[in-house]
């Protein structure tokens, strides 16, 4: 079946730092990618999408570019904020319908 | 446009009860999900409902049902509770296609979630 893998946190940075969140998949077809975010006590919330390969997603300085031939979708931001600090989900969609498929998130923290 | 809605928020039960749970779509979506946020299982999806048929079921006991309305509302049920099934229930909206073979590329909308807790 369709599975997501990411690794696993706390990822702990300074503020201004790079940040790299690794993120691989398993699907039939040809899936859509999703990086959502959640803040504590709230819901999720949609952060970037890639429906094809090659495609790049961008959202508020965060993006991930859909690599087919390594089935990956990293999230990359140049220099995180403080306000950065969540739990960030990679996720796929395939086949018919609207199914999401999550890996286990990644609980970024980042310092002043 | 209001976002997704979902009611109550928090809610305590007892082992062996039963709860109903809503969520409210954002105005013209069609496709209502439901998941299961659980601290050792991660995020779960549960079903799928599109013009008010079920389209898609996760690997969970029947004990999970849901239904949808015709103006697109949704609501879960979980008979029988267990201590177990205290999670966040997160339910999201998509715009729906007729065509299921494209929807996996809609983007899904979340609520705020209701947490339950199971005594």
């Known amino acids: 079946g369709d599975s997501v893998t990411q690794m696993e946190g706390p990822v702990t940075l300074s503020e201004e730092a790079f940040l790299t969140i690794n993120c691989t998949y398993t699907a039939t077809g040809y899936p859509s990618l999703f990086w959502y975010v959640q803040y504590p006590g709230e819901g999720l919330q949609l952060l970037l999408k890639?429906?094809?390969?090659?495609d790049k997603g961008s959202n508020k300085g965060f993006e991930a570019t859909y690599r087919k031939e390594t089935t990956s979708f990293h999230l990359e931001k140049g220099s995180v904020q403080v306000s950065d600090s969540a739990v960030y989900f990679c996720a796929l969609s395939a086949g018919a319908g609207n199914m999401l498929t999550f890996g286990g998130g990644t609980r970024l923290m980042v310092k002043p | 446009k209001a976002g997704v809605t979902q009611t109550p928020r928090y809610l305590i039960k007892t082992r062996g009860q039963q709860v109903t749970l809503s969520c409210s779509p954002i105005s013209g979506h069609r496709s209502v999900s439901w998941y299961q946020q659980t601290p050792g299982q991660g995020l779960q999806f549960l079903f799928e409902y599109f013009s008010e048929t079920q389209r898609n079921k996760g690997n969970f006991p029947g004990r999970f049902s849901g239904r949808q309305f015709s103006n697109s509302r949704s609501e879960m049920n979980v008979s029988t509770l267990e201590l177990g099934d205290s999670a966040l229930y997160l339910c999201?909206?998509?715009?729906?296609?007729?065509?299921?073979?494209?929807?996996?590329?809609?983007?899904?909308?979340f609520g705020p979630g209701t947490r339950l807790t199971v005594l």
């Open positions: 890639a429906t094809k390969a090659d």
């Open positions: 999201a909206s998509s715009l729906g296609r007729g065509l299921a073979v494209s929807a996996h590329t809609d983007t899904q909308y």
